[in-house]
């Protein structure tokens, strides 16, 4: 609870791209509710674009945890002189209220060690020792992980109708917008042309893991060689950098068929900007899904492990998702991956003809 009508308040979300934006309805409702509040966000650099150009975030403070370990590694002194700057940069804004979706005791202790009077967050496996306002949870969440991060905003006050959540939010720059203005005109797009964003990859955060959520790359290539002979349209490959491997597997004539790799060569903000201005986008469970959606582009993805109905396009209206019904899906509980003996069946058997299929049956020619 806090008081008064311009409270300051702070967001922690250190992780990825989709995971962040799933917070940015509970950003919009804490300023329509607190007009005058001052609100910070921490986040990491990834995320960074998402938070600077959203109107309901006044200050953001960057929290790179394995910037921190290399520095530790390589000079202690200068790692603490940063992380104590860091810390005081926080302080400086004096917090009343600190709303903790990271689900780990060490972000919860350094909020408490700045002081910050109220702290607000979940409490899984005991992970919210430091925080003083916790709900407890078990890991399994049955609900719209926008929802779910809206449900924290009653511990300050506010009631929340889970109809009126507001869709996720990332406003883009005029500049950013001219940018893709200019990008298209010079492939010869004009601004009621049609294109489709394919994105093979499913963005950085899970590391590893990410693979698991991935239909495969060369069930991809064949659709995007469907897609592109039936609606006779350009079609862009988008990734980033680090799914370079992904994308290289697309042996085609980019140039010749009209399929266009833009993998590794567009900021995260111009990643976000062409999604917008795209017909419709194909992508995995994954942040950049979460990109398209928060431009309110029409979306096609696929979901394994991961429950859609959880971790899917929000609000899911206007979205097709796209799973194969076998009993063991959706396996991603308490936030891991079990083993799985099946060879990840619930992706590889979800076949291109029945993609297309769906695909066609939503977006006529």
């Not at 006779?232 to 491997?245: K, Q, V």
């Amino acid at each position: 609870m806090v008081s008064g009508e311009a409270p300051r308040i702070l967001f922690v979300n250190p992780y990825g791209i989709g995971d962040v934006l799933f917070t940015t309805p509970a950003v919009s409702l804490v300023k329509k509710r607190f007009p005058r509040s001052r609100v910070g966000y921490l986040c990491n650099e990834r995320s960074r674009v998402i938070l600077e150009s959203n109107p309901s975030v006044d200050k953001v403070f960057i929290f790179e945890k394995d910037g921190y370990r290399r520095l530790w590694r390589e000079n202690r002194g200068k790692c603490l002189k940063q992380f104590v700057e860091f810390l005081a940069g926080i302080k400086k804004e004096r917090f009343e209220a600190v709303l903790d979706y990271s689900l780990n005791r060490q972000y919860g202790f350094f909020l408490a060690v700045l002081g910050i009077p109220v702290r607000i967050g979940y409490d899984y496996r005991k992970r919210g020792i430091f925080l003083n306002q916790r709900v407890k949870i078990n890991g399994n969440i049955r609900q719209p992980m926008a929802v779910f991060y809206c449900r924290l905003l009653k511990e300050l006050g506010l009631t929340v109708d889970e109809k009126s959540i507001p869709p996720l939010q990332l406003p883009l720059a005029a500049e950013t917008r001219q940018w893709s203005d200019r990008f298209l005109a010079a492939l010869g797009l004009n601004s009621g042309d049609r294109f489709i964003a394919v994105h093979p990859g499913g963005g950085a955060s899970w590391g590893p893991d990410a693979l698991y959520k991935r239909w495969p790359a060369e069930s991809f290539i064949r659709l995007v060689r469907i897609l592109r002979e039936h609606y006779r349209t350009r079609i862009f490959i988008l990734g980033d950098a680090s799914e370079a491997e992904i994308i290289s597997s697309f042996t085609l004539d980019f140039d010749e068929k009209g399929i266009i790799n833009l993998s590794g060569r567009l900021t995260l903000d111009q990643t976000a900007a062409l999604l917008g201005r795209a017909w419709f986008a194909v992508c995995n469970d994954g942040g950049p899904l979460h990109l398209a959606v928060s431009q309110g582009t029409p979306t096609v993805s696929f979901f394994g492990p991961v429950d859609e109905n959880i971790y899917g396009p929000f609000p899911r209206e206007g979205h097709l998702v796209l799973t194969h019904p076998v009993e063991c899906r959706p396996c991603y509980q308490n936030f891991k991956f079990p083993p799985c003996p099946y060879e990840h069946r619930c992706l590889k058997q979800l076949s291109v003809e029945e993609a297309f299929t769906r695909i066609q049956q939503v977006f006529k020619k």
